[in-house]
């Protein structure tokens, strides 16, 4: 019996690979022309992606090339967005600052992800005490302001971009484990999952087969509106000196480094700065986007921050 | 409610016991011999272990105590009473102009759904919440002051200005109530930019939510009977459509000042702003951890105290809640 219910999942045929890529093809082109910012989303994160994977062949010169006869130098033909104190080219050091917020993010949000989800499904499934448990630590964290928190833990850990990405993860994952557990709690009551249940399904199997599929969708929502505020946490908290530290070209370490030439140098906190916001706005688009196309139920719920 | 106080407490505390760099040599000076050092620690009692230290600061965070900051020397709760009206001041205007700003553009984007406006409306909404705040604090440096010289760099009043006497701690407010008019201008233009710089987050926020609501309630049957009725749109519009627009928006001002107090920190910072978003960060670079957990504490208390406003007033504002 169990066997049987077990054959009958798995026993989906396999899609023929290229079929699958047509219709991948075909769902971005049905999302690019639902609305003109959806375009403008997808735009701008494919270009920010193909910087951040090619980034060190696109950039035309050594970032951390020291050059003293060229020290901020206006932005002209040689040097797109000018040069910096110790005559480095600013646009090489913004392409190849690209992947490190891009790294930065995708790291925060797999740690905080994973952990968060496996903490609201066994908080959703177990009930009882450990549910209590687990919910309490996760109202703890949740009554911090993020950012502030994670200040106080990068700090706590000393300065670098891998302590802001572990401070980050830290103060990310409650969001996601009390959004995983509220969906676990409404799941397990419904029929299919009863059915499971009775044809002898164990828990690591309902949870596997059944509700990690069932909580994808709200998931890939809530993560793509969070890229952009991973970004945004990340070059904020280097920009405090937390974070990325010199030489890095990352752009919120670079942006600092600018500051104390506001005077002097115009160009260069302007166009980190414009990559930067860029780039997250491109993010936010396309979170936005997605939240209004997989689920218009979830119109009205918060983008941006996590709920 | 209790829980939650109690282990912000726990939180903040051994984070900031844990911060690298001794404070009894901080607080020593540089030039103390190793005698000295220990001498200090001692007196504060740093070489107590971290339980009879955290039982010492639970006790006397009962009697409203705090401790003394090693980097002003003097009291963390004078400190914390001396820049938190600063950084009211700020976040409050910060607050009201995004507020107000997100309602106009939220309604008109709401009201010509699926047009140009509405396209423009959402993507300032997006864009507000893209633009990093310490970027845009930078770029309002540059072009208002460094190009234009419109407004000034940075702090509350300039330099030379005697402060109004204190009656709030809000310059502007104190100012007008005793009738100094040119500290009032000055401290004005002295906020402009900050406020900006912070009111962006707010008003991206704001609009995504004011403008769904919007839409929800215009869709709703008592505004087409209001409609029906006769009523101009005007008063349609107050009476009917923000009037229940509103709720969404009171619930997410838990996040707005999640939004505000990461905002702070580096606006403050950027704009030597005599706050406390600039006190804490100091204190942290510092490892100045009765200042840092002081703050911190204050912090964390105003959230979950917010939070439990936000959800109080919401059950006012919704009877549908407070009968079910």
């Known amino acids: 019996m169990i066997d049987q219910a077990a054959a009958v999942g798995r026993g989906r045929p396999a899609r023929p690979a290229k079929g699958r890529l047509r219709r991948a093809a075909q769902t971005v082109e049905a999302f690019i022309s639902e609305s003109r910012l959806n375009a403008l989303g997808v735009a701008i994160v494919a270009l920010v992606l193909l910087v951040a994977l090619f980034g060190p062949l696109i950039a035309p010169q050594n970032p951390n090339q020291i050059n003293l006869i060229a020290i901020l130098q206006h932005p002209s033909v040689h040097h797109w967005f000018g040069t910096d104190d110790v005559g480095r080219d600013l646009f090489s050091r913004v392409i190849v600052g690209c992947r490190i917020s891009i790294e930065a993010a995708i790291i925060i949000l797999s740690l905080s992800v994973t952990f968060g989800t496996a903490l609201g499904i066994l908080s959703g499934l177990a009930g009882g005490l450990a549910d209590e448990c687990i919910m309490r630590v996760t109202d703890l964290f949740l009554a911090f302001p993020g950012f502030i928190l994670a200040a106080a833990i990068a700090a706590t850990l000393g300065p670098s971009l891998s302590h802001t990405v572990l401070a980050l993860a830290v103060v990310f994952w409650p969001w996601y484990t009390r959004l995983i557990r509220g969906q676990v709690l409404s799941l397990r009551e419904r029929e299919f999952i009863l059915a499971s249940r009775l044809a002898g399904g164990g828990t690591m199997w309902i949870a596997s087969r059944h509700l990690i599929r069932n909580v994808m969708p709200i998931l890939t929502v809530q993560l793509s509106l969070d890229v952009g505020y991973a970004i945004l946490a990340t070059s904020s908290l280097s920009f405090l000196g937390l974070g990325a530290q010199p030489p890095s070209p990352e752009w919120g370490a670079i942006i600092t480094a600018g500051s104390s030439y506001i005077q002097t140098a115009w160009w260069w906190i302007t166009f980190p700065g414009i990559a930067l916001a860029v780039t997250i706005l491109g993010f936010n688009l396309l979170g936005d986007g997605l939240r209004d196309w997989i689920d218009p139920r979830l119109r009205g719920s918060l983008g941006g921050v996590p709920e | ?324």
Do not use: C
């Open chain 2, 1 to 324: 409610m209790v829980f939650v106080l109690w282990g912000v407490t726990f939180v903040t505390f051994f984070l900031s016991r844990v911060v690298p760099g001794d404070p009894a040599r901080l607080l020593a000076g540089p030039q103390a011999s190793p005698k000295e050092v220990a001498h200090i620690g001692h007196l504060y009692g740093l070489d107590q272990p971290l339980v009879v230290q955290y039982g010492r600061y639970m006790r006397d965070l009962a009697h409203g105590n705090l401790g003394y900051s090693f980097l002003t020397r003097r009291p963390v709760r004078t400190d914390i009473a001396t820049f938190l009206p600063a950084t009211i001041e700020l976040a409050g205007y910060a607050l009201l102009l995004g507020f107000v700003l997100a309602l106009i553009t939220a309604t008109a984007a709401a009201y010509r759904r699926g047009t140009r406006t509405d396209v423009a409306g959402r993507l300032t909404a997006i864009a507000g919440l893209s633009i990093p705040a310490f970027w845009l604090a930078l770029l309002l440096q540059l072009v208002f002051h460094t190009q234009l010289h419109w407004f000034p760099l940075g702090g509350r009043l300039d330099p030379g200005a005697t402060p109004p006497p204190h009656i709030t701690g809000l310059l502007t407010v104190d100012s007008l109530l005793t009738g100094h008019i040119g500290d009032f201008t000055d401290a004005v233009s002295h906020l402009v930019l900050p406020v900006i710089a912070l009111a962006a987050g707010v008003y991206g926020l704001m609009v995504r939510i004011v403008r769904t609501s919007v839409i929800d309630s215009l869709g709703e049957e008592y505004v087409r009977t209001a409609e029906a009725k006769g009523l101009s749109r005007w008063r349609v519009l107050r009476r009917h459509v923000l009037r229940n627009a509103m709720l969404p928006a009171v619930t997410v001002l838990g996040l707005e000042f999640g939004l505000l107090a990461a905002g702070v920190f580096v606006v403050e910072s950027i704009f030597q702003w005599p706050g406390l978003g600039n006190y804490a960060f100091q204190a942290i670079q510092a490892s100045d951890y009765n200042a840092t957990l002081g703050a911190t504490l204050v912090i964390a208390i105003l959230y979950v105290v917010i939070n439990l406003i936000v959800d109080i007033a919401y059950l006012y504002l919704d009877p549908r809640i407070r009968y079910a």
